[in-house]
């Protein structure tokens, strides 16, 4: 794989590099997003375990980013870099992440369905609170609303996002960024965080099978807690990977049952979303938002019974 002569790390998106202005992705930035969820360069093994393996990748400590990177069956993640000499110890900083999953029996057109029908994630997703579409830009870009539940007791976190998607032969990418929309500002019952490139590759591997690569770099707003960290990189993640495997095993079955043929993500003409202008939106920078110190918050009684017994069996009786 090719690695740029200027800098150690691939190029992201265009849109995530400091833009002010709100632009659709094109090509260069699809392209340059598929490079970045292939690296392998710079990773360092910290954590193995019952199919669990943690990785971690060293940045320049004046950036105070973290890389994490599940892969198949294993799980990569990684606690946060010492940031002693800057005394920022307590601080969550955004993280850039990858997430990679062996799906052996799931076709990638299905996982690139699953992660496009908002009303089946809102039956497997359980950390939603709420999920919608706001209006369309193109065929192939809107801008949507995600909310979504944090360990107990931190408080939720919510995003508004430019989503674009792109087939790409038997490949697919989908990926985000945070914007901002006049009619959607933060909520006081919820700390807005910000989606700095996020997104999806999904590689075929055969007529039944599929790699799914989770890129992440998102700044939750504010300082968590070490458990936090621990608890995500050893049980949330990795649940939350099954939990998506299972609710692509059960897609086809679901949208049998409602409306088989609507899927407007492959057919824009579906789409019944108002049209909006770029120059309604503008990039939601993460210093613009307030920081919410929740260093000192410890792990509720209930959730830490909930995980002690590792991953355990999710409850799937909602995917019918």
Avoid at 122 to 149: C, H, M, P, Q
Wanted: charged share 25%; aromatic share 8%; net charge neutral.
């Amino acid at each position: 794989m090719e690695q740029s002569a200027v800098s150690p790390e691939p190029p992201g998106p265009r849109p995530v590099l400091g833009r002010d202005s709100v632009q659709v992705p094109d090509d260069q930035d699809f392209r340059s997003f598929r490079s970045e969820c292939e690296a392998e360069a710079g990773w360092n093994l910290t954590y193995s375990k019952a199919g669990v393996s943690v990785w971690v990748q060293a940045v320049e400590m004046d950036r105070t980013l973290h890389k994490i990177k599940p892969e198949t069956t294993r799980l990569r993640t990684c606690k946060a870099k010492p940031a002693s000499k800057l005394g920022l110890e307590k601080f969550w900083f955004p993280e850039k992440s990858h997430c990679r999953m062996e799906c052996r029996d799931v076709p990638a057109e299905t996982l690139y369905d699953v992660l496009h029908d908002i009303e089946y994630r809102k039956k497997w997703d359980s950390n939603v609170i709420e999920t919608f579409d706001i209006a369309r830009l193109t065929v192939n870009a809107d801008v949507g609303y995600y909310s979504w539940r944090c360990p107990k007791p931190l408080k939720n976190r919510d995003v508004i996002t430019l989503r674009s998607w792109l087939p790409m032969g038997t490949d697919y990418i989908i990926m985000n960024y945070s914007v901002k929309h006049p009619k959607y500002p933060p909520r006081k019952d919820l700390v807005r965080a910000v989606s700095i490139q996020t997104g999806y590759l999904i590689q075929s591997t055969g007529p039944k099978s599929c790699v799914i690569t989770y890129l992440a770099q998102v700044d939750p707003k504010g300082s968590l807690p070490k458990w936090v960290v621990n608890k995500s990189s050893q049980f949330l993640a990795p649940k939350a990977m099954k939990k998506m495997y299972k609710a692509c095993v059960k897609y086809p079955e679901w949208k049998q049952k409602h409306q088989p043929h609507f899927k407007p993500w492959l057919h824009p003409e579906q789409s019944s979303l108002p049209s909006l202008a770029l120059s309604e939106l503008s990039v939601q920078h993460a210093d613009s938002l307030e920081n919410i110190d929740e260093s000192a918050v410890a792990e509720s009684r209930e959730d830490r019974t909930g995980s002690a017994g590792g991953e355990g069996s999710d409850d799937d009786t909602s995917l019918t």
